[in-house]
């Protein structure tokens, strides 16, 4: 799958292809929708700032991850609910910068920890499960739906064992067979999709 790392600061650009030579990156300086799809797209959040959400929409048809130099929660929930698969600091280590591109890679979204941990407990505090949500856990035998509630509720593996007196092992099985069958691929999609 195609790299494009687009930002019009050139020390920025220079950073992300140092990170990312050995994938080959095309780089840019503006924002098109020209780019080949399916493609990842590591974009300067700066780039996009004039842009309708409308063709945002489109242009997140790709898997994009949007970098800010001050990133913030607000923009990140915007961004992902357009359709970008990540958000995250423009500045993050390299590491960090290397596993944003193999999270999309492989089609998952990408967050830190801390707006994860933000985004989920504003859903809480914003409402309650809704019927909707209810019949969607349908699908789940009894333990499962016990289980996808407290993920959906952003409760850790280890809280969901001694809450349930189950073994991480035994919670973890159960969180694969959740996302399985609700075909979502992470807690953060499993809380989304409960939550919204």
């Given amino acids: 799958m195609k790299l494009y790392l687009i930002s019009n600061d050139i020390t920025l650009r220079s950073r992300w292809i140092g990170i990312l ?3 080959h990156p095309t780089t840019l300086s503006e924002f098109s929708l020209e780019i080949q ?4 797209v590591m974009i300067d959040d700066k780039v996009l700032a004039d842009i309708s959400e409308e063709t945002l929409e489109q242009f997140f048809k790709n898997r994009v991850m949007v970098l800010s130099m001050t990133p913030n929660f607000v923009e990140a929930q915007r961004f992902l609910a357009l359709g970008a698969m990540g958000y995250g600091n423009a500045m993050m280590h390299g590491s960090h910068l290397y596993s944003v591109y193999q999270a999309l890679e492989e089609g998952k979204i990408w967050l830190h920890p801390d707006f994860i941990t933000l985004m989920i407990s504003q859903m809480q505090n914003r409402n309650n499960l809704k019927e909707k949500s209810l019949e969607i856990l349908d699908a789940l035998s009894k333990r499962e739906r016990e289980v996808a509630l ?11 064992s001694d809450t349930l007196d189950i073994t991480v092992r035994t919670v973890k099985a159960h ?3 959740i996302y399985q069958k609700l075909n979502v691929k992470d807690r953060l999609a499993l809380s989304l999709l409960l939550h919204s």
Avoid at 37 to 40: A, D, G, K, L, R
Avoid at 150 to 160: C, F, N, P, R, S
């Fill in 175 to 177: 969180a694969t067979a």
């Fill in 21 to 23: 030579s050995s994938l």
């Fill in 37 to 40: 799809s399916p493609s990842i």
């Fill in 150 to 160: 407290m993920l959906g509720d952003g409760a850790t593996h280890q809280e969901i």
